[in-house]
């Protein structure tokens, strides 16, 4: 087997010392990349964010902001990565690249400690390959130019198509988030003959089987699914990785060490994305960011679910069945799974089994998968609900973790409810569905009195907990509240 090794800012890089669990950050920083920096080692800063060549969604390769702090630097063997201070052209007279031009150009950085994460995270937006600026305005949206973005399409898209959802997860302390905000929304499109811009028209680098040990531990990545289960088989306390979201957190903060780690997020036979007549078929290992652009909203409750999750740089990297697969309550796409309905393909060398989601849970971070087994697929039946809403009550807007959250999934049909399906986390040691307040809703009129009648149920769901997030009352009054707030929402759609 090929010793393992990165491609970063063009050069091959051995990973040999490296533990089994040394961060990407740990690496790169070891080789004098000093650009890429830990600030909160949870991923929730991006001050580590660095550039990794994806399998692209318009075009062969995009290039993928990630956050370095999470990701182990075994998973990056064969891959190419590129970080702050491989940007700008070697060998050219150029000193800075556009985006790092912008920045400086526009008073975007005093002390510079979030600088290159920053940087990094606009230049993957930069070079998305689907940007293009906005040709039409909306009401509301800026007029004056100057500072602000005049010709946005709204708040929070530039002139230049910039979506500044790609610099959610960077967080910044001292220069301000307006001279930032000025930058990305005054670069242009990469210029002809940007080395960077072309690599995206090549292939990214193949997915490479990687047996990584080191001190008697082992990183593990295999080409195929059944090649993954058998190790599994053999490895039953192997711990399974696609993102490395969560795990990642478990190593930095908590000094977790895993005697062997298996990597699927590559596996052809995770990353599928069809329809097929009655359900929608979602890889496991997909991340949200790609599910996203290749759903392009035909999901509604999806596309609200995305914006809400977490940051970019955090969906770039997590996926479904790592948030399904680490059993939290609280995680954000449970409670709008169990409201579609979901089902878990689980599998293992024995064969294939399906779930139903509102099944799978059995206690905190418990489920019904059995040593040896993963998750392969979520299947969503199809046709969907058309009234939908994903609400997160978390203290931050973005990147953070939700005190509750609420997904609801409803046909009305003639001004009745025909079918209510209500996922809830947040409230008690699983994600669970709101069966009560569904039974309320369900063959009633959709109007204020069944709606309150609902919300009063929604409120004695589950058994929350008061802590520093939000006391159990204020959850309880959250969840009833939902319910009406949905219900304000159609009321005033149809009226208008």
């Not at 209510?420 to 040691?429: D, E, K, N, S, T």
Request: charged share 25%; net charge negative.
């Amino acid at each position: 087997m090929v010793a393992a090794r990165i491609t970063v800012n063009g050069e091959e890089a051995p990973l040999t010392p490296a533990a089994t669990h040394t961060t990407a950050l740990d690496f790169l920083r070891e080789r004098g990349l000093t650009g890429t920096k830990e600030g909160c080692a949870e991923g929730e800063c991006g001050a580590c964010s660095v550039l990794v060549a994806r399998p692209g969604v318009d075009r062969p390769t995009d290039w993928v902001a990630v956050n370095a702090c999470l990701i182990p630097a075994a998973a990056l063997d064969g891959q190419e990565v590129i970080t702050s201070e491989g940007l700008a052209p070697a060998g050219t007279a150029a000193a800075l690249h556009p985006v790092q031009e912008e920045m400086a150009a526009r008073g975007g950085s005093q002390c510079g400690y979030c600088t290159p994460g920053f940087v990094c995270s606009m230049a993957a937006e930069y070079y998305r390959s689907d940007r293009c600026a906005h040709t039409e305005r909306v009401e509301g949206a800026p007029q004056d130019g100057g500072a602000d973005p005049a010709g946005s399409a709204d708040a929070e898209h530039g002139p230049n198509g910039f979506d500044l959802h790609a610099l959610s997860g960077n967080l910044c302390r001292c220069t301000g988030y307006r001279p930032i905000r000025d930058a990305a929304f005054a670069v242009g499109t990469p210029a002809d003959g940007d080395p960077l811009a072309q690599r995206r028209e090549q292939a990214p680098p193949a997915p490479v089987a990687t047996e990584y040990v080191q001190d008697g531990r082992v990183f593990l990545r295999r080409h195929t699914l059944a090649d993954t289960l058998q190790v599994l088989r053999e490895r039953p306390d192997a711990v399974v990785i696609a993102g490395s979201t969560d795990f990642g957190v478990e190593v930095n903060l908590r000094a977790r060490r895993a005697d062997c780690v298996v990597a699927v997020d590559r596996l052809p036979e995770l990353r599928e994305l069809r329809v097929e007549p009655d359900s929608l078929v979602i890889g496991a290992a997909l991340t949200l960011t790609e599910i996203e652009r290749r759903l392009g909203g035909d999901v509604p409750l999806l596309a609200e679910l995305f914006p809400q999750f977490a940051s970019r740089l955090i969906r770039n990297g997590a996926t479904l069945g790592g948030n399904l697969g680490t059993g939290s309550p609280i995680g954000d796409s449970p409670p709008v799974l169990l409201a579609l309905e979901a089902s878990v393909v689980l599998t293992d060398a024995d064969g294939e089994r399906e779930v139903p989601l509102a099944d799978y849970f059995t206690g905190y971070r418990q489920s019904v998968r059995r040593p040896g087994e993963l998750i392969r697929a979520v299947r969503i039946p199809l046709p969907l609900s058309p009234v939908v809403a994903f609400h997160k009550i978390a203290k931050r807007r973005f990147d953070d973790i939700s005190s509750v959250a609420v997904a609801f999934a409803l046909d009305v049909q003639d001004g009745i409810v025909r079918k209510a399906r209500i996922g809830l986390g947040g409230v008690a040691a699983t994600p669970i569905r709101s069966l009560a307040a569904e039974a309320v809703l369900e063959g009633r009129p959709w109007t204020a009195e069944t709606v309150g009648a609902a919300a009063r149920e929604l409120r004695g769901e589950g058994t929350p907990m008061s802590d520093h997030r939000a006391s159990s009352l204020y959850r309880s009054a959250m969840l009833g509240q939902s319910l009406l707030k949905l219900y304000a929402r159609t009321t005033e759609a149809v009226s208008s």
